[in-house]
């Protein structure tokens, strides 16, 4: 998504947004979260700028 244009705040709430989905259409089904919740994941990308990584070193 990011590199699509949109912002860290936006990839956030969009993958937020998607897990919620996924919580509430298990638990509309009857199935407990103890048995979904651990098998739900998702990644962030925060991106390195390579003038950030200069200036560490």
């Not at 996924?22 to 390579?50: H, T």
Request: hydrophobic share 45%.
């Amino acid at each position: 998504m990011g590199e699509a244009g949109s912002t860290p705040v936006q990839q956030a709430a969009y993958t937020l947004s998607n897990g919620f989905a996924y919580a509430e259409m298990f638990a509309g089904r009857g199935i407990p979260i103890d048995q979904f919740g651990p098998r739900l994941s998702f990644f962030l990308d925060c991106g390195l700028d390579a003038e950030y990584i200069a200036l560490a070193r």
